[in-house]
């Protein structure tokens, strides 16, 4: 962990946009994301958001797992959508659970944002791909075990 990494620890600091979707959501078949913290603690040398940590700050905002379970929810029921967003949470197009950071980071172990958003996502039986470097942090294999909808990247 980078020394100059610090962890949010006001409510009012939580990350507020933690669902995105790039402008081509029409053909890239995982243009819709979530992002569980604003950034990674880990700092990885290799990451190309890294240099990007001096504009978007370097608190990790771990992202309310309520807010992002009610959008989802939602987005789904929305019979007219009119952004972007909003059609391809409609249309449930596949996320991608890790887009600018790691959703299982080592912050993961103290604030289980991930994985509440992982059961909001089986229980919506949303389809899923989860992107990260820390398969052993994936403790939550068990929530994997028989659901055809997820899949495992590695960065």
């Given at each position: 962990?980078?020394?100059?990494?610090?962890?949010?620890?006001?409510?009012?600091?939580?990350?507020?946009?933690?669902?995105?979707?790039?402008?081509?959501?029409?053909?890239?078949?995982?243009?819709?994301?979530?992002?569980?913290?604003?950034?990674?603690?880990?700092?990885?040398?290799?990451?190309?958001?890294?240099?990007?940590?001096?504009?978007?700050?370097?608190?990790?905002?771990?992202?309310?797992?309520?807010?992002?379970?009610?959008?989802?929810?939602?987005?789904?029921r929305n019979k007219e959508p009119k952004s972007s967003l909003a059609w391809a949470l409609y249309h449930k197009k596949t996320i991608r659970l890790g887009n600018k950071t790691d959703p299982y980071q080592d912050a993961e172990h103290k604030f289980h944002i991930s994985r509440k958003i992982q059961q909001a996502l089986i229980r919506l039986k949303w389809t899923y791909v989860i992107q990260t470097r820390f398969l052993s942090n994936l403790g939550w294999m068990n929530l994997l075990c028989g659901m055809p909808t997820s899949i495992i990247s590695f960065r």
């Open positions: 962990m980078s020394p100059s990494m610090t962890v949010a620890k006001s409510q009012s600091k939580s990350y507020q946009a933690a669902i995105g979707v790039r402008g081509d959501c029409v053909y890239c078949p995982l243009s819709l994301s979530i992002d569980s913290y604003w950034n990674c603690l880990t700092d990885c040398h290799h990451c190309v958001f890294r240099r990007l940590n001096r504009t978007w700050g370097t608190d990790l905002r771990p992202a309310d797992p309520e807010d992002v379970k009610r959008k989802l929810f939602n987005g789904v």
